[in-house]
């Protein structure tokens, strides 16, 4: 198997996965119904994934790719960074507060007491990988003079990242609130943003939509 076929049976078996634990949840999930769902042979299936962690750790880590890559475009040189933060809203919330990381973040929950993989992943990505990169963000605007010289990066990006998402994480996971669409995506990003830039000296009107 070339590895375009493989990267396509992996995303195949990944789906499957994900539909089994929306349906039955995290627990009565198990790697002989993923293979089952997936048309897979559990040689293929243990041989990829030790276990149904692993298997969800790898899909947590390529949601988070996405996130990642734009926040990496928005740093390199000739990227405005306020276009950058601009755009980085709607991107965050929706991989984090969307349905699939709703399920995502239930089965965290559930794993937490078993095993604690998922909930690793989960910080690895959001605080390990993304948090980060969002702080270089904040840096590039305060070097590009963009926001006020006595900010400081981490101070700004936990602004932004509370008022982004305010308490919905956890009403979503208690099921009081549901999943963002669109419409509350933009409300969110656009609130965010504004309020950042007026906190830390940037003038809103320089993103041009």
Same mark, same amino acid.
Request: glycine share 6%; charged share 25%.
């Given at each position: 198997?070339?590895?375009?076929? @493989? ?5 195949? /078996?990944?789906?499957? $996965?994900? =539909?089994?634990?929306?349906?039955? +949840? ?6 002989? !119904? /993923?293979?089952? @769902? ?31 890559? #734009?926040?990496?475009?928005? !740093? ?12 980085? &809203? ?7 507060? =969307? ?6 973040? @239930? ?5 937490? $007491? ?5 909930? #690793?992943? /989960?910080? =690895? ?24 010289? =006595? ?14 998402? +305010?308490?919905?994480? !956890? ?14 995506? +933009? ?17 809103? &009107?320089?993103?041009?939509?």
């Amino acid at each position: 198997m070339n590895e375009n076929d @493989r990267s396509d049976r992996r995303a195949q /078996i990944e789906a499957a $996965a994900f =539909d089994l634990l929306k349906e039955l +949840g995290y627990r009565k999930t198990s790697m002989l !119904l /993923i293979a089952k @769902r997936a048309q897979a042979s559990n040689q293929t299936l243990y041989a990829w994934y030790r276990n149904k962690q692993e298997l969800f750790r790898g899909i947590i880590e390529e949601n988070g790719r996405v996130v990642r890559e #734009q926040l990496e475009l928005g !740093l390199r040189e000739g990227h405005d960074p306020l276009q950058a933060l601009a755009e980085l &809203g709607p991107t965050l919330l929706r991989f984090t507060t =969307d349905q699939h990381a709703i399920i995502m973040n @239930r089965a965290a929950v559930i794993d937490a $007491a078993e095993t604690g993989v998922l909930a #690793q992943a /989960i910080d =690895d990505v959001g605080r390990g990988s993304i948090y980060p990169l969002i702080c270089a963000l904040m840096a590039r605007l305060v070097q590009t003079q963009t926001f006020a010289p =006595d900010v400081l990066p981490d101070d700004a990006a936990q602004t932004y990242v509370a008022l982004l998402f +305010g308490e919905a994480q !956890l009403r979503q996971a208690l099921g009081r609130m549901p999943p963002c669409d669109e419409t509350e995506i +933009g409300r969110r990003s656009e609130r965010a943003f504004a309020l950042t830039c007026k906190l830390y000296g940037a003038a809103p &009107g320089r993103h041009s939509s």
